[in-house]
């Protein structure tokens, strides 16, 4: 059997079994940020892009799905799409403005509009102000499927995941997704093939946006309020850590950074400013010794252990092919 085959057969059965051994609220808060992560990874770690404010798609999704589902009676999954629609077309704005410029320069842009959606969410009646959004209802998935206890509500986020996950690999191994890479490395040279890398990075924007809107509806279908920390700059600065504890650039390493984050926030929650101190710290680490990520780390270490070991099987071969005499 495949090894890989193998490690997915694994985690499908511990993905499956953990909401009996550990909190599924927990859980779910995992699988929203490893989608979220893996949005931003999209936009840094594969066209490099650093967006500044991200959480403004995060979290205004969430109070756009929110809204959805305490004003109407439509089934949980078009919420949903709602949230993601909202996010997309918020990216697509964004996009349209900060894309002008690179660099640091696009990074405060985002920023800057993250603030102005922050200050609009505070003032809007619907969202509830300082209070937040409360009462978020589950209805039914395709108004038929009861997911009203966390237990099964946790299955249907880890299958919106599971699909998420895939539908991400599928871009970043695409045509599409070769070309976002080349325009990360040498934007320049793919002008002069004659792409427009301006549409390119446009088009990523906005699936990275609507990506991070599906984590956000799905964070606020799972606590079932929507706060003004869902939009604010920390979260921003969260996924961030996360994308570059795990590694940029890499499939599975937003999701390790991002299970990790969320655990180590659980784990400290009772001890206050503590829990942002260890980011600070961890983030410091990151930087210093683990500049690919944890995962680009290891990555990098097996390539360099498959390459050692590839060179002397191939010194003992020529060994035993020479002749005696020589």
């Not at 680009?296 to 002397?312: P, V, Y």
Request: glycine share 12%; net charge neutral; hydrophobic share 55%.
């Amino acid at each position: 059997m495949n090894i890989r085959l193998l490690w997915f057969v694994l985690l499908a059965v511990i993905l499956i079994a953990a909401p009996f051994f550990t909190y599924p609220v927990t859980l779910m808060t995992i699988l929203c940020f490893v989608i979220f992560a893996c949005s931003f990874n999209l936009l840094l770690g594969y066209t490099g892009l650093l967006c500044f404010g991200h959480a403004m798609f995060f979290g205004g999704a969430a109070y756009i799905t929110g809204y959805i589902l305490k004003t109407t009676h439509i089934s949980l999954e078009l919420a949903l799409l709602g949230g993601v629609g909202a996010a997309s077309l918020l990216g697509l704005l964004v996009g349209w403005i900060s894309l002008r410029r690179s660099g640091i320069q696009f990074a405060m842009i985002t920023f800057a509009i993250a603030q102005f959606i922050y200050f609009i969410m505070l003032q809007l009646p619907f969202t509830g102000g300082e209070d937040g959004m409360q009462g978020i209802p589950r209805t039914k998935l395709f108004g038929l499927l009861d997911a009203s206890t966390s237990l099964e509500f946790y299955y249907v986020v880890l299958a919106i995941t599971a699909l998420s996950v895939a539908l991400f690999y599928r871009i970043v191994h695409s045509p599409f997704g070769e070309i976002l890479k080349a325009i990360r490395d040498n934007e320049p040279r793919v002008e002069s093939l004659g792409f427009k890398p301006e549409r390119y990075k446009l088009v990523a924007f906005v699936l990275s946006a609507g990506m991070a809107g599906l984590a956000g509806g799905l964070k606020a279908t799972v606590y079932q309020f929507a706060t003004l920390t869902d939009v604010s700059f920390p979260i921003s600065s969260e996924v961030i850590l996360m994308t570059l504890l795990g590694g940029l650039g890499t499939l599975t390493g937003p999701m390790v950074g991002a299970g990790l984050i969320i655990l180590l926030n659980d784990y400290l929650s009772s001890f206050g400013e503590w829990a942002l101190i260890s980011q600070g710290v961890i983030l410091l680490i990151v930087i210093i010794f683990f500049r690919r990520g944890l995962v680009g780390e290891l990555n990098a270490l097996m390539w360099k252990m498959r390459t050692r070991a590839g060179s002397k099987g191939s010194a003992s071969t020529e060994l035993a092919s020479g002749s005696p005499g020589e």
